[in-house]
């Protein structure tokens, strides 16, 4: 039984899993939006908001605790600078889901995970 088990596993061992949480959370904030499947959105929502939290505390530690995950240093730079002063007077609920309907090919339900303006 699950029980109060939380996270999705994907499909994947734990390090694989990790690596594609990183992966998707530094092409969020490149771009500002991902098309990706609902499970992957909803499995990567709560580290991105996370993130731009700690980079609105823009201190040194934040900064390396942010690092960890965004594997550019563009992209980290970005989100200190731009992200931090964008977000400053919101609290919260930094990204928004659009659902875009099932993958062609396997009836995945796809949405578009974007940052809020």
Do not use: C, W
Not at 17 to 42: C, D, M, P, S, Y
Not at 44 to 73: F, Y
Not at 104 to 109: C, E, F
């Amino acid at each position: 039984m699950r029980h109060r088990v939380a996270g999705r596993k994907l499909g994947r061992n734990s390090a694989q899993r990790k690596a594609l949480f990183r992966n998707l959370v530094t092409e969020l904030f490149q771009h500002e939006r991902i098309r990706t499947t609902e499970a992957k959105a909803k499995s990567i929502r709560s580290s991105a908001e996370h993130l731009i939290t700690l980079a609105k505390r823009g201190d040194l530690h934040a900064r390396r605790l942010v690092a960890r995950e965004v594997q550019d240093p563009e992209v980290l730079r970005k989100l200190f600078d731009e992200f931090a002063e964008r977000y400053e007077d919101r609290e919260g609920g930094y990204t928004r889901l659009y659902r875009l309907g099932p993958r062609k090919g396997d009836a995945a339900p796809m949405v578009l995970l974007a940052l809020v303006e």
